[in-house]
């Protein structure tokens, strides 16, 4: 992607990866700064559904992102 850097390439694909429900709930709290409560009446959802979520998308988020930053310093890792 011209003119994007490697860190944002990187989380676009990252967040692609989650479900639709999971990426909504990122945008909206981490990117737009709504709190989970907003999250969770913008969604339809509840503030637990929200939550779980939240956490369960930090997780693979995490996991995306760390394979990459890995592979970008060349240690291949395997899990």
Known sequence: MPGLSE???ALVAALRKL???QR???VLHHLLD???E???RETGSSS???RTRLSRARKLLGAQLANIDTCDEGVVTHG
């Open 38 to 40: 907003d999250v969770a």
């Open 24 to 26: 909504r709930a990122v």
């Open 48 to 50: 637990g559904a929200v």
């Open 7 to 9: 860190d944002r390439v």
């Open 19 to 21: 479900s639709p429900d």
């Open 34 to 36: 709504l709190p989970v």
